[in-house]
């Protein structure tokens, strides 16, 4: 048997498998979403008028029929499940705006944020990772103690004291804002430190247990020079010991940035997030569920396919 | 001029003193083998002689010289060209020794780059010129692939391809047919032997002193750091004259040595350990006296590092005379009414495995009888391993059954099962594995014996005590930790665990495989004593044709899958009916002609 | 560059005994404030509002006079609580749900470990703020959403290591010694399949501890006047032109407790693996 007619329908089955599993999560997700709405105490509507509102019943009914809220609660999943699928969203409560729209005003701000985190944070581990690893040392001290501050700081601390120095002090960098470059700068610092700290500990266990293997020393007895062996050969380990952790983390980046755009006073998804939760504001916040099981999904089919570019092991013959 | 010239070599790591006072010679076209066991320091040895003893290493030598370079003399940088360009340096086949990232082809022509060897474009000529030089058929197709999509022999053609490709003037190959199965094993000694020929000078570091004996000019056997004896293969391996080179000779299993001790008898314990300048193997050496014990000798005349050296050649006849015979042993084993009877234990019919649609196990039959051992041998996926553990109960047959005691065994609910598993009890390769890694050694073996109805307490702390003393353990070990243990240890307690449900059958599954040869021995013999006195009948599972040689009545050969002969072990072994069996024969090493 | 270099070898050999000071110090802060701080954490001095850290205030004072230092070494308790009650909450649950997929059964596992990937698609923080919208804000209900955010990694994490144990040469033996399931469960699936994540917990306790004070400096967790350090930061956030060291010492506390129990926790898993795989 010759490999290539396998492999197709293998792939094909294999991203079929995926993208199920994909939509299992996020039907999930919305099921999260919609159970969590039923378990919101109070009556709804009363919520939906906001605090201080006096609606007569006949009024309340009406609303709750033209919600839909005198149906059953499984009519009511199926017929919210049914919206969902036709890409409704909704209109959020508090804003009396359709959700879509919304997130998508939002979106932007908190995008080039995460990315900014993510690129930083990637670099400046690996940058960690390469000059400690197989290290013994000072240097090496020096570095597990600065991964282990990193990963120890809560992001909002951090965000509190670069504001301090760097704003109110040294008066850098803006305050707050998100009007141009320069007001990104100690928001993705923030939001990246916690993570580098992470990455570099996992970046560099991943070299060495690379350079542990006996690859290494055959590749050191070919005549390799060991920066060569950590870059031609550890640090694709690495990073294949690292690819989950990235992905999750970068996922994660949209939880991370509710704090920071608080501390920094910036729009965007983290922000929205907040406003809805607090304001109770079900349609929004079941939005945003949506959104971060969608990148979070996204994100682990690329995991999964750079995993079969990385590590030939994993692809079937 | 002596291509490498190695004079008085010392490599310590922090205050272990791991290579001692090693000298040795080699020649272009010429095979050195340096034979040790685990810890002797002959792989630390190796890697100096390509500079990578590591960072904690201190390495002083009076010499060290390679084709007119000191290099004790080579910067870092010097070294880089030295290695993989003048000297080649190949590794076990593990999975890992070709990066598993990176295609064949890449790593083949690593060496190519690193040296300015030959521009890109040619590389994969020259390549699939060095992979068919290592006997690796389709080379393109080969060099296109991965490390994990090779077998395990053209995985180490390809790294032997790779070695050469600096077409280096020695070549160190580290244990390079040790995961190998024996006919593969002796094609890639076939393609180092050829490398010889053609010039190449061949160090080669095995534990294996009958392995290496068909390819080496010369040995050195090396003990505790010091090599302790050297001298041309021929005489070295016909008139051994140090008590250890005799003690490893002596503890290979084979057909010679059947109905025979392996190990020698044990050293006597009175006296100091060795000093730090004494013999390293006075601590285990028949022999050893105080002067042994202070000083270690000079190499003499013959190459020998001993104060009394034998000077008998090693006779068939066994190191130590056993009490009794195989024959007498048989007939008393007659008297015993469990072997009187015939009666078999255990019965295999018909029993096939599949897993994911692929056949591991098709068609086997066989019979265990009371008191008999029968030796299973197969190579690697021959399917020895799942037929041992649908004998053991712990995997359902897809087809077929077994019986254990003429009651059916395979096919019942597990509860159904247990009240009998005391009657079968199992050995396996990797004793470690097989604790609990929280328990010490008196609750390994007394979980055992929980079962059995003891109850906790001194009853228990007593029998626990017995089977260790039988198993040839001191109590003082029931308090560690099986990772406190040594190999061997740890090989005794998994036996002695066995024991305790006094059981008729054992299934061992490669016991000694992990084990050096003469720690093997010592297992072996145990063996083989705890079946004359309980007339246990032992299924005894090896890919080593030698130790079932040493030790099986009757021998059952496996073959992808399928048993491809079955037969008394001796008629076998002299008239081998299959074609699989006879390839294997020829592959083995020593035992199977002498 | 000599003595930089001997000074930080020299932490390094001192770190587990600086760890372990530190650890004493923060249970004894948290067991009895009083000892170490003798200002009143609540008691407020309009006169005094907003004092730089000096001699008579170390840490400073708030903006309605408070003493900063008693303040925060008086939140220790209740911060510590949050961190305690979501990690411990969190590693039961977790350990419950992963040994019921391991060991319930095809569909259970189906089941559990579906709902979370679900609950692994949100992130923690999010999942958390979802929470505290239904249960309501408040110390306990910030310690029930954080365990909800982090039961599903627990879970995972059990549940492999349950199937790892289930599949392991022990568990084999003490099945060929007869030994019946529900023993062997107990007795050698359980204790080395949690092992690892209790381990794991002091770890975990960190990273709850930080989602905790988190939540209540997003206003969430305990109200004012509870010097919980979450809380006390937020308030700092108003006066970080004027008065840097609200914002400063709280966050300090938080992070230097976390710091502590994840370099205690490390250490404990390493060699927790070294015992085990050595």
Redesign the interface.
Known sequence: MKTPDLTVPALLRGTARRLAGALAVLIGAATVAFAALQLIPGDPVTVMLGPGTAATPEVKAQIRAQYGLDQPVLVQYLHYLGRLATGDLGESYQQQRPVADLIGDQLAPTVELALAAMFLALVSALLAALATAGRRGPARSAGSLAELLAVSSPSYWIGILLLTAFSFQLRIFPVAGDQDLSALVLPAVTLALPLTGVLAQVLREGLETALGQPFTLTARSRGLAPVAVLLRHALRHAAASALTLTGWLTGSLLGGAVLVESVFGRPGIGALSLQGTTSKDMPLVVGLVLLSALVFVTISIAVDLLYLAIDPRLRKR | MTLLAVDGLDVRFGGVHAVRDVSLTLDRGECLAVVGESGSGKSVTARTLVGLTGSGATVTARALHFDGTDLTRLSEPRWRAVRGRRIGLVLQDALTSLDPLRTVGAEVAEPLRVHRLAPRAERPARVHDLLTGAGVPDPERRAAQHPHQLSGGLRQRALIASALAGEPDLLIADEPTTALDATVQAQVLDLLDALRRSGTALLLISHDLSVVARLADRVAVMFGGRIVETGPTEGLLARPRHPYTRALLAAVPGARTRGRRLSGPVPATDGPPPGPDGCPYARRCPAADAVCRATVPPLDGHGTRCWHPASDTLTPEPVVTPQKTRSTDREERRRRPDAATGETLVEVDGVSKAYRGRPVVEEVSLRLDAGETLGLVGESGSGKTTLARIVLGLEEPDTGAVRLDGQPWSGLPERHRRPRRSHIQAVQQDPLSSFDPRWTVARVVGEALARTGIPRGRARTLRTTELLDQVGLAAALLDRRPTELSGGQRQRVAIARALASGPRILVCDEPVSALDVSVQAQILDLLEDLRRDTGLAVLFISHDLGVVQHLADRVAVMHDGRLVETGHAEELFARPAAEYTRRLLAATPLGAGA | MVR??AA??L??RAAPAIAAALLVLIVLAAVAPGLIAGASPLETDPVAALTPPGSAHWFGTDQLGRDLFARVVHGTRPSLLLGLGATALSVAGGAALGLAAALGGRAADQVLM??A??????????LA??????L?TGSVNVMIAIAIAFVPGYARIVRAETLVVRR???V??????????PVLIV??VL??AV?PMLVLATVGF?AAL?AA??LS????GPQPPSPEWGAM?SQ??SF??TA?WI??FP??A??LT??TV??VG?RAQRRFTR??A?
């Open positions: 930089p270099r930080l070898r932490t390094g579906r709902a990937d679900v609950l692994l698609a949100l992130p923690p923080i999010l703020l979802l929470a505290v919208t239904v309501g392991s040469g022990y084999e033996s003490a099945v060929v010694l007869g030994v019946p399931r007795r050698h204790p080395n092992g960190g930080i004070s988190g400096f997003l206003g969430l930061l700092g956030r970080l032109a840097w914002g400063v966050g300090a938080i992070t976390t710091l994840n370099a490390r015992r085990t050595a």
